[in-house]
Every structure is written in structure tokens, then in C-alpha cells.
């Protein structure tokens, strides 16, 4: 419950191992290789060289092969990976089995040749649809697409605009030519025109004038029905081509297991290939620097020692402390918040870990504000389902549904103290059967609605407790680096004035006695570490300031916990209420689950973001030291198969 202790590892090796050191070192997955910048002032650098980063390049063109591999299979294969099915567990031997990695590789080749031949077919057809859909208006002439002018007589394929009257544009043409109409559409109407070369200036000014616009017909010969009828022919033949191709990609269905498995070995060796491109070499040797658990340092020495190497492990100076790596280890009920500590920052190298510190008030509040039975139910019931069946393995989902079941049960213990079930769904059943009924309410031990100034006040009380708690991790920090006085004038005088006005509140001691007590007690300590007089009447005065507004905002902001406990309780009795007034039990059962429905999405995401606040401003800002880097290690991390030993 705690940062694990990290070691620096400095490690020569010969160049021939290099390739099974770090297979080992994946599979252990525990060594983070860093990048190490030359050392300008020392000429043996001048002679060192980075690995060829060919391997990575292929590595990578694997992976984006095997991605658009199962995008294919998705799209017209009928994939069905994914949802609630969980992943398949392999073996180490059936995963990195090269005979099948080389398979599925000839497998996502084909597919994506078949992408290819599915691209130009579906670029042939558009163009296919769009000479087809050219022709439409000209079907109907009868006319070669391909006749030209001769040297007595113009020819022109043409439209003009659907208000030019033909008949009169013929007219208006004279005896010398001949229009022959075709067809029309929207925006246009067709026509075929001869005319005699001795008219042609004239007949083209009248024809610019009516707004024609001539048409031209490229490698086409004969009239446009012909046309049309070899177009669509060519099309269907093309749909043919297409739907024999989906079907190779269907019949290749029973590949995607095999393509997923192929994905993310690809994925183990692109990340194989960027921890040595971080590597130096000499040719005949490399070396490697990094970062490995204390803990783990026997696991590296028994892989190590069947190689010929030299390597050393040595603690970091507090110097280096901002550059090492950050890993945090946390019993079941507390590892879960590391999703609320990861959205935040890392807590910083050589500082304390807060999950096990946050934990227990995080899945309190969580279940305070919810505070229904039914909705703990649902959320337990989501989290048990999510992990037996889907395995999360991700930086996320694997501590979401854990954190979801805890508050879960959270909630259901708060939920049973104030009588929520659904809000009061029980009872509006109950009186909606049977008016007569005595089952009016569900037992509690108290009620968010009869109740809410008890429940203001303790909120506020576990707000006192929860910095109670940063103050004191915040004392041990700075009595840890020898800041006694500090801690002594800050914290420890602070929760002595919490003492004094507590006993004062309580009657123990008179309000004036303890005033006066506070008064000297802050006036003591406050103005620690400033000098001159000038300074510590500054200091003092500031300090004051910041404290009393300081402490009482932050323990006000703990009054959300009675707000949303008011809230959700209000929202879901409203709903019940809604439905109760139509008097039918189905019709009530139907609008009851919808409200609760509403109300608990909204109250799932509202109560964590407002948890997070809680612990984020009001408890992190008390001791929480940040910026830490998270520990990346070369490992085997994969999407779609889990990797057993």
C-alpha cells in the first residue's frame, strides 16, 4: 500500500543476445527502458550508434496490416468480437507460435489485396453510375453519339434551359437547320441540331443567346440506348465482381480469431523494436539504462545470469527523484483508486501514495450521496457481470468496475439506512394495490427529506475528519524532512484551535476562555519564519486569513454530500409519484423504472465528479505532491487476447 522502491539499471550486453535479453525482459515485464542522451563531454559517445529502426517500421506496417485486416472482416464479415463476449486466454508457446503469426499474416494479406480490388471496383462503378446517369436524357434520341460534322453540314449536341420554347428556337433557326428534341431533366432540356455551314455563324448567335451549352460525347459510338444498355451491363458485372468478393471476406470469417492474436503480437513487437531504439550500440555490444522495481530485481538477475553481461543496480539520488518512475501497489480495496489518482497526476517519487488514504472516504461519500438500495444493487450487479465476464484488463476499465462495485455496496449500506429502494417505489406499489395498506414507508434510520439538518451536520463532520486526516499526513512529510517547527506552528496549531472550539461547542470550557486561548495560539504560531516584527505581523495576518477561509470553504464544500443524498432521493420520489397518478401498476411500474433509470445516470456520473472534487481540492490540496511519471515497462500488454502463464 504504498510507491514501490525503484532501482536505476545500467546493463552492457553482447550484441548477439540482444534479441532473446529482451524477449526475457518482456516476458518479465518489470524493466522500463529510458532513453538515454549522449554525454557530450565524453568521446567514447562519439563512437556509439542507435539500433537500425527497419525492424520497427515492419513491425508497425504488421500492425496497421492486421488492423485493416479486422476492419474488413467487421465491415463485411459479420465479426462479432466484442460486447460482452470475454477474451480468450493463450498460452505464451500459442502466442509468440511463429508458424502462426506468419499465417495470419498471409490471411491479412489477402484481405487486404481483397480491400484493394474492392476500392478500384467501387471507384469503376461511380464512374460507371455517372456515365450512365449522363446518358439518361439522350436515351431517347436516336441518333449515333458519335456523328460529326461533315463539309456542308454542322452538327451539335446541345441543351438549353428549360423556359427556351423548342418549337419557337426551331423556328427561330430557320429553314436550314434541323432540331431534333431528346429529353429532359430538372434543369435542362436535350436536343440534336443540323444546320447548313452557311448558317452556322448565324444559327450558333442565336443559339448563345437562348443560353445553350453544347455537349460532347468522349469514346462513345453509337446511339445512347446502345450505350446505356452496354453501361449497364458493365455495372451489373461489376456488382458481381463485388459480391463475389464480400463473399471470400465472409468465408474468411473464422480468420478474426487468428488476425486478432496477430494484432497484438504485432502490437509486443512494436513495442520490443521502441525500447531498443533507445538503446547504444557498439557493434559488438549495446547498452541499456532503465528503471525496475526493488522487488523485482531477482527475477532480472536469474535472466540476466545466463548471458554475459555486466549490470548495475543502484538506488536514485533524491536528484533524480523527479525523472523516476512512478508505480503504485494496492491491496483489492484500494487499488481501484488508482483511476481517480491516474485522471488527477501521479503522486511525485519519494511522497506518499493517497489511494489507501482516500479509499475509505471516497467509497463513503460515493454511497452517501447515492444512497438507495436498488441503485447499489444495479451497480454491484454491473460490476460483478463486467469482470467475471469481460476480464477488463485495461488502465481504466480494470479499476472502473471494481471502484463501481464497491461504491456499489456503498450505496446500498447508505441505502438501507435512509429507506431508499428505487426512492419509494416499494410503498407507491404497495398503496397503489391496496389503499388501505399500512406499508407507507420503507424503515429507516433516518430520512434525507425529514432529516436534512442532521444530514448537513454530518456531512460536515466527515468533511472535519477527512482533512483532519491530509492534515496529518502533511505534519508527517514535514517532520520526515525535518521541518518540525513547521509542521508544529501549521497543522499541530490548527488542530489544537479545531480542539479548543470543538470542547467550547461541546460546553466543556467556557466560549470566552477558549476565544482567548485560540487568539494566543494563533498569534504564537502563525507568524513562524518570517522576520523583523513588520514580518510577522504580515505573516501572521495572511496567515489567518488564508486559514480561516481556507478551512471553513473547504469544509463547507463537504455540505454536496446532504445536497445529493436530498437530490437523488427527491428526483426518484417525484418520478414514483408520476406514475402512482395514473393508478394502473404497469403503467406506474413502466414511468417509475424510466425516472429511476434518469436519475440514476445522472446521479452515477454526478456523485463521482463531485467526489473527485472532494478528494481532489479539499483532501489532495493538504499533502498531495504531484507530477510523477508513470512506470511504462516493457511488457506484453495486449487488447483482444490475455496471455496466460
Known amino acids: 500500500m504504498s510507491i514501490v522502491t525503484m532501482k536505476r539499471l545500467r546493463l552492457i550486453a553482447l550484441q548477439s543476445d540482444r534479441e532473446a535479453i529482451f524477449k526475457g525482459l518482456q516476458r518479465l515485464g518489470c524493466v522500463q527502458v529510458d532513453e538515454q542522451p549522449p554525454d557530450q563531454t565524453d568521446p567514447v559517445w562519439g563512437s556509439l550508434e542507435r539500433p537500425d529502426d527497419a525492424a520497427l517500421a515492419q513491425a508497425r506496417q504488421r500492425r496497421e496490416l492486421g488492423q485493416q485486416a479486422l476492419e474488413l472482416l467487421k465491415r463485411y464479415g459479420g465479426d462479432k468480437a466484442g460486447g460482452l463476449i470475454p477474451r480468450p486466454e493463450v498460452s505464451p508457446g500459442q502466442f509468440f507460435d511463429d508458424g502462426a503469426y506468419a499465417r495470419a499474416e498471409t490471411a491479412a494479406r489477402e484481405l487486404c489485396a481483397i480491400q484493394q480490388e474492392l476500392s478500384a471496383l467501387a471507384s469503376q462503378l461511380g464512374k460507371l453510375q455517372s456515365q450512365?446517369?449522363?446518358?439518361?436524357?439522350?436515351?431517347?434520341?436516336?441518333v449515333p453519339l458519335e456523328t460529326t460534322?461533315?463539309?456542308?453540314?454542322?452538327?451539335?449536341?446541345?441543351?438549353?434551359?428549360?423556359?427556351?420554347?423548342?418549337?419557337?428556337?426551331?423556328?427561330a433557326l430557320g429553314e436550314l437547320c434541323v432540331l431534333t428534341p431528346a429529353g429532359k431533366d430538372a434543369g435542362a432540356q436535350y436536343f440534336f441540331l443540323l444546320c447548313h455551314k452557311s448558317v452556322e455563324r448565324e444559327v450558333?448567335?442565336?443559339?448563345?443567346?437562348?443560353?445553350?451549352?453544347?455537349t460532347v460525347f468522349r469514346d462513345l459510338a453509337g446511339t445512347a440506348?446502345?450505350?446505356?444498355?452496354?453501361?449497364?451491363?458493365?455495372?451489373?458485372?461489376?456488382?458481381?465482381?463485388?459480391?463475389?468478393?464480400?463473399l471470400r471476406i465472409a468465408a474468411m470469417e473464422e480468420q478474426g480469431g487468428a488476425l486478432r492474436m496477430f494484432v497484438d503480437r504485432a502490437q509486443q513487437e512494436v513495442r520490443l523494436e521502441e525500447a531498443k531504439s533507445r538503446l547504444w550500440d557498439t557493434g559488438e555490444t549495446f547498452c541499456l539504462t532503465g528503471w525496475l522495481p526493488a522487488e523485482d530485481e531477482g527475477k532480472v538477475k536469474a535472466l540476466l545470469d545466463g548471458f554475459c553481461h555486466a549490470w548495475e543496480v543502484t538506488d536514485p539520488t533524491e536528484e533524480e527523484y523527479p525523472q523516476v518512475p512512478v508505480k503504485l501497489k494496492n491491496g483489492k480495496l484500494t487499488a481501484p483508486m488508482s483511476m481517480v489518482t491516474e485522471m488527477y497526476s501521479l503522486p511525485a517519487y519519494g511522497s506518499v501514495d493517497p489511494n489507501p488514504l482516500m479509499a475509505p472516504f471516497f467509497i463513503l461519500f460515493y454511497g452517501m450521496m447515492m444512497a438507495d438500495m436498488g441503485y447499489g444493487l444495479v451497480m454491484m450487479l454491473v460490476s460483478i457481470i463486467s469482470i467475471k465476464r469481460l476480464k477488463p484488463k485495461g488502465p481504466t476499465m480494470r479499476h472502473m468496475m471494481p471502484l463501481l462495485g464497491l461504491?456499489?455496496?456503498?450505496?446500498?449500506i447508505w441505502g438501507a439506512l435512509t429507506g431508499g429502494f428505487f426512492g419509494d417505489l416499494l410503498p407507491q406499489m404497495a398503496m397503489l394495490i391496496d389503499p388501505n395498506t399500512t406499508f407507507t414507508q420503507m424503515p429507516a434510520l433516518f430520512s434525507p427529506l425529514d432529516d436534512a439538518v442532521p444530514v448537513l451536520i454530518g456531512s460536515l463532520v466527515l468533511g472535519v475528519c477527512q482533512i483532519f486526516v491530509g492534515m496529518a499526513v502533511s505534519m508527517r512529510q514535514k517532520i520526515r524532512r525535518?521541518?518540525?517547527?513547521?509542521?508544529l506552528c501549521g497543522e499541530g496549531a490548527w488542530y489544537l484551535v479545531f480542539l479548543l472550539a470543538g470542547t467550547a461547542a461541546a460546553?466543556?470550557?467556557?466560549?470566552?476562555?477558549?476565544?482567548?486561548?485560540?487568539?494566543?495560539?494563533?498569534?504564537?504560531?502563525?507568524?513562524?519564519?518570517?522576520?523583523?516584527?513588520?514580518?510577522k505581523i504580515v505573516g501572521i495576518g495572511g496567515s489567518l486569513y488564508n486559514n480561516i477561509t481556507g478551512?471553513?470553504?473547504?469544509?463547507?464544500?463537504y455540505s454536496r454530500l446532504m445536497a445529493l443524498m436530498l437530490a437523488g432521493a427527491v428526483v426518484a420520489q417525484v418520478f414514483n409519484q408520476l406514475g402512482a397518478m395514473t393508478g394502473n401498476v404497469v403503467a406506474f411500474f413502466l414511468i417509475a423504472m424510466i425516472g429511476n433509470a434518469l436519475n440514476f445516470a445522472l446521479n452515477v456520473l454526478g456523485c463521482y465528479v463531485h467526489d473527485m472534487r472532494l478528494q481532489c481540492l479539499e483532501f489532495f490540496g493538504r499533502f498531495y505532491e504531484d507530477g510523477g511519471k508513470a512506470f511504462q515497462p516493457l511488457d506484453i500488454t495486449t487488447q483482444y487476447v490475455d496471455v496466460q502463464e
Not at 478551512?551 to 464544500?557: A, H, K, M, N, R
Open 132 to 142: 450512365r446517369s449522363s446518358l439518361a436524357p439522350w436515351l431517347e434520341l436516336d
Open 149 to 171: 460534322s461533315t463539309q456542308a453540314v454542322t452538327t451539335l449536341f446541345g441543351s438549353v434551359p428549360t423556359s427556351v420554347d423548342l418549337p419557337a428556337l426551331a423556328g
Open 204 to 214: 450558333v448567335e442565336v443559339l448563345q443567346s437562348m443560353g445553350c451549352t453544347r
Open 225 to 246: 440506348r446502345e450505350n446505356d444498355l452496354r453501361l449497364q451491363k458493365a455495372i451489373e458485372e461489376n456488382e458481381a465482381k463485388t459480391q463475389a468478393l464480400t
Open 407 to 412: 461504491c456499489g455496496v456503498s450505496t446500498f
Open 482 to 487: 525535518g521541518e518540525v517547527m513547521a509542521a
Open 507 to 535: 460546553g466543556a470550557i467556557p466560549v470566552n476562555t477558549a476565544l482567548i486561548a485560540i487568539l494566543a495560539l494563533l498569534v504564537l504560531t502563525q507568524g513562524y519564519g518570517k522576520k523583523g516584527l513588520v514580518g
Open 551 to 557: 478551512y471553513f470553504s473547504d469544509i463547507l464544500s
